[in-house]
């Protein structure tokens, strides 16, 4: 055998062994095989996979579609999105060598197998399909697992489910979402121990308790809690401010509780933060505006409280809440910012964070809270188990008569601010446990601190007697602490039989003498003294709060239309105005309103001197000026001077502020303050963005604005119905308007209605009908009985109401001399078509959009506008009936409209699966910190829609 022959042998040899061994490592593991053919006898549609593929029962060697092999191990399945529907072979876990598994996005259905034992499975995207059950001991054995998806699956429908302890085992995990799922109970504690876990998902599940402490200073970026069913999550969230890495925070849809913690500031990543749809409460932290990725921030409907914080992004959502102003970037009034402060140490408790609303304690019903001249005088929060400390922001309230905090569980000393509020007469701080030491308060002032256990009392000034036990009462200011041997003082408690004679003679010199020179030269002096500052507070004192609306386009003759009311409560007599209009001094003095202080010199800038290009309009007795102040809110500013001022022009001036002094309404406007400086009469209104009712009726198309919508001005009539009848029946008198009519109807940015122009408002006398009185008003709003007689009742109102109404209906003004005989007086023959269908359809105002059940509400006001407008003034009802009418209007509930649907981007005129099929679409671009392809398997992002079975895109 020659060498060549040899060599040709051992080459056939190694070929041969190498050919074996191809053929080897072609053929798939027979035990992967079975459960391959047994994945695909169980599906309906096995077609769909071209399994068998060319005849070959070699998945691994033949290259299945969708299968992947290594070491003729199937290593991947990936199934996602082509709508297979059946069940999974439930011994799936012996593909032990699986380590990505994509079955997300079709109908798979029945119980999941266990995946016990698959120790090499990384990828797991079992979402978007319809497993109705989840095995015990699925989760046990995934020590390599990175990545889990079981979104929107019915599991355990009936009785939920919960994340087992050894899943904390699977430490590598990155990528956990739930969403959809039916998870119960408690978040589990072991998440936070998970060191590589980043993306956290459990939305939309039946998820209760609090957030899990030990998830404080967690690597997470993105963090999905929101809208559980039922109350949901609970707590503070304050534990989110140690995870430095977060980029995208949704907890809305739960019942968090608590306020938003300044720590905010930390999370220099965060870029969405969704914090609507829960129960926080307090202020919104001012350095949230500092953060620098943050591109969309969601607060509304909770009970955040204070300034609305002025973002540079369009994504702010934040009303509803209980914010003091409208405005971001608009501070609060300072009492109402003292006030918040002294909230904000009691923690915010819900019943006061819930009536602590608006930027006038005064204006409302604020819990607890009672006024004396628009000023706050009682803070009576007594037995409302309170906790926390007292602030000391309340001792700037200087017009704090009455504190009362007893029965609380308040701690901590009292503040000595409070020693130096100089309207104090009672401090009852009883039965809580406040601490030592106590402030020197003055012996007017009543203080009550028994039930402190740690607050030794000590009468103001005097050292605390020795034996005296904690919590006794001091004794009374002036009298000096009982020793022994010393008899004690004449009380209530001591017979006067019990006390030598002598000692009472004494004492009673002692008390007679002092009492005695009080009454004799102190009282008088007091009292001349209190006279004659009053006098100057009525001169000088600012009434509160302000408005104007620009000249009435519709009204050429008129005026520039203002409101007046004072926060003082008190009305301005004749000769003190008179005085103080008189008075020849140049002395710039300071206008105060409630609680907002400006100064003339302020005034001044804010107007740019009264520059012409900041005029508003112009009337006989004044020129109104538009303002901004430094923080940015516009104001409106009267200027008139004394030499222009004729009697009708004060008398109405007068009367403005004489009327509103004594009446305060949402839908009354009402005047910020006044000032006198040399011959210049001042007066500051708050500025009404969209002017006057008319110019939205009657000339919306020459100015270009979009005209009322019907459900406008069903809320403009409530809103003048309610001012109306507060005028006529709530106040604590009773006043007559006389000249209500579109163009003194003002509206604001959200076109809610507020009464104006109160120059002719009488003043009806009790127990008199009707008050006769000089004519006044504007022609096609009077009632005949007012023209005719001059004797005017409410019922003269409630005719003009009624004109207004029908000019809501028509778009037609009351009194029109280009139109012709019949229908220029609009209330004539508005009365005698109303009652015919068709004419009544023909007057409506062409921009209405009309419906069946907008003509049904129009037939209803028309009706009441015909009573209302009735000849006889019997005949027409009160300003309450005008109210119960259309209150159920206003408030019925309609469906979204078609342009609402066009806001939100949605067509709801497709079928329900080519929406979704449009969603999920869409949503392969969405935002996700951590993402895979799809050869990979990638966690579907939740398509928007419906919170049973779908996820909205922003998660509401």
Request: glycine content about 8%.
């Amino acid at each position: 055998m020659t060498r060549g022959f040899v060599g040709t042998l051992l080459v056939l040899a190694v070929a041969a062994l190498l050919c074996s061994s191809f053929q080897v490592l072609g053929q798939t593991d027979p035990d992967d095989f079975a459960i391959l053919m047994e994945f695909h006898k169980g599906l309906v549609n096995s077609e769909i996979l071209d399994w068998p593929r060319n005849g070959g029962n070699d998945p691994c060697g033949s290259k299945w579609p969708h299968v992947f092999c290594e070491n003729s191990r199937v290593t991947q399945i990936q199934v996602q999105n082509m709508g297979l529907t059946g069940p999974l072979p439930q011994n799936l876990n012996k593909l032990s060598m699986l380590n990505n598994l994509g079955l997300q996005k079709n109908n798979f259905s029945g119980k999941l197998p266990s995946f016990n034992g698959l120790a090499n499975l990384k990828y797991a995207y079992l979402g978007n399909n319809q497993f109705d059950t989840i095995p015990s001991d699925f989760f046990v054995g995934l020590t390599s697992l990175q990545v889990l998806s079981l979104d929107e699956n019915p599991l355990n429908r009936s009785t939920g489910w919960s994340l087992p302890p050894e899943f904390e085992n699977s430490a590598q995990l990155m990528n956990l979402s739930l969403m959809g799922c039916n998870l119960v109970g408690q978040m589990p504690n072991f998440l936070g121990n998970m060191p590589s876990l980043s993306v956290l998902k459990l939305s939309y599940n039946n998820l209760r308790g609090e957030i899990p402490a030990n998830l404080s200073g967690s690597a997470l970026q993105i963090l999905w809690l929101n809208n559980q069913k039922g109350s949901g999550l609970t707590g503070p969230i304050d534990v989110i401010t140690s995870m430095l890495s977060l980029t995208d925070a949704w907890l809305h849809g739960n019942s968090f509780t608590g306020p938003i913690p300044d720590s905010i500031s930390a999370l220099s990543s965060l870029t969405r933060l969704w914090l609507n749809n829960n129960n926080l409460v307090g202020l919104v932290p001012e350095n949230i505006t500092a953060l620098p990725k943050l591109q969309d921030l969601q607060l509304q409907n909770n009970k955040l409280m204070g300034p609305i914080p002025e973002m540079d992004f369009p994504n702010f959502t934040y009303t509803p809440n209980l914010f003091c102003q409208s405005k971001p970037g608009v501070p609060c009034s300072p009492e109402v910012t003292a006030l918040l402060d002294f909230l904000a140490d009691l923690n915010y408790p819900l019943i006061l964070a819930e009536s602590w609303s608006g930027n006038d304690p005064c204006a409302s019903t604020w819990h607890g809270i009672s006024c004396s001249d628009n000023k706050v005088s009682l803070l009576n929060l007594q037995n409302l188990k309170l906790n926390g400390t007292i602030s000391p922001s309340i001792g700037k309230l200087d017009s704090l008569a009455d504190i009362r905090l007893g029965g609380n569980n308040l701690a901590g000393p009292i503040p000595p601010s409070l020693a130096n509020l100089k309207s104090l007469k009672m401090l009852d701080v009883s039965s809580n446990n406040l601490s030592p030491p106590l402030p020197k308060f003055s012996d007017s002032v009543k203080l009550l601190i028994t039930g402190n256990r740690l607050l030794v009392p000590s009468p103001p000034g005097l050292p605390q007697p020795s034996g005296s036990p904690p919590g006794d009462s001091p004794p009374a200011p002036g009298n000096p602490p009982s020793t022994p041997g010393t008899p004690p003082p004449p009380s209530s408690k001591h017979n006067n039989s019990d006390v030598p004679s002598n000692v009472s003679k004494k004492n009673v010199l002692i008390y007679i003498v002092p009492i005695a020179v009080a009454v004799f030269i102190i009282l008088p002096v007091s009292i001349f003294l209190y006279y004659r500052k009053r006098g100057r507070a009525t001169a000088f004192s600012a009434p509160s709060s302000i408005v104007v609306h620009p000249r009435d386009p519709s009204d050429p003759d008129s005026m520039v239309k203002i409101a007046v009311a004072s926060n003082t409560g008190t009305s301005i007599g004749t000769s003190d105005l008179q005085s103080s209009i008189n008075s020849s001094t140049t002395e710039a003095h300071v206008i105060e309103s409630g609680n907002l202080v400006v100064s003339v010199q302020i005034l001044r800038g804010a107007t740019r001197n009264f520059s012409p290009e900041n005029e508003l309009g112009r009337g006989g007795f004044g020129v109104v000026y538009k303002g901004e102040l430094h923080d940015g809110a516009m104001i409106a500013v009267k200027r008139m001077e004394a030499v222009v001022i004729s009697s009708k022009a004060f008398d109405e001036f007068q009367s403005e502020i004489a009327v509103l002094s004594k009446v305060r309404h949402r839908n009354l406007v009402s005047l910020l303050g006044y000032s006198i400086e040399g011959n210049e009469r001042l007066l500051v209104y708050e500025y009404m963005p969209q002017g006057a009712l008319s110019k939205h009726l009657f000339q919306w198309d020459e100015l270009n604005i979009e005209p009322l919508s019907w459900k406008k001005r069903l809320n403009i009539a409530l809103d003048v119905a309610r001012a109306m009848e507060y005028l006529h029946n709530l106040a604590h008198q009773c006043f007559i308007h006389r000249d209500l009519k579109s163009s003194n109807i003002l509206l604001g940015d959200d076109y809610r209605a507020k009464v104006s122009d109160f120059g002719l408002v009488k003043l009806a006398p009790d127990g008199k009908n009707s008050v006769v009185t000089r004519l006044a008003g504007t022609f096609g709003y009077l009632a005949p009985e007012y023209a005719v007689t001059g004797k005017i009742t409410t019922k003269a109102d409630v005719f003009s109401f009624g004109v207004v109404l029908m000019e809501l209906v028509t778009g037609l003004i009351a009194l029109d001399e280009r139109r012709s005989e019949e229908k220029r007086h609009l209330a004539s023959w508005f009365c005698q078509i109303k009652s015919s269908k068709q004419e009544l359809r023909d007057a409506i105002d062409k921009s209405l959009d009309l419906t069946d059940e907008t003509l049904e509400s129009i037939s209803i006001i028309a009706e009441l506008a015909g009573h209302c407008a009735a000849r006889e003034p019997h005949q027409r009802p009160d300003m309450g009936h005008a109210v119960n009418v259309l209150a159920p209007l206003v408030e019925k509930w309609k469906p979204m409209k078609d342009d609402q649907e066009e806001y939100l981007g949605i067509d709801l005129r497709q079928p329900l699966l080519q929406m979704v099929k449009g969603w999920q679409d869409a949503d392969s671009t969405n935002v996700s910190s951590i993402s895979y392809n799809d050869s990979k398997g990638s966690i579907p992002s939740r398509p928007d829609g419906f919170a049973e079975s779908f996820t909205s895109a922003d998660g509401r």
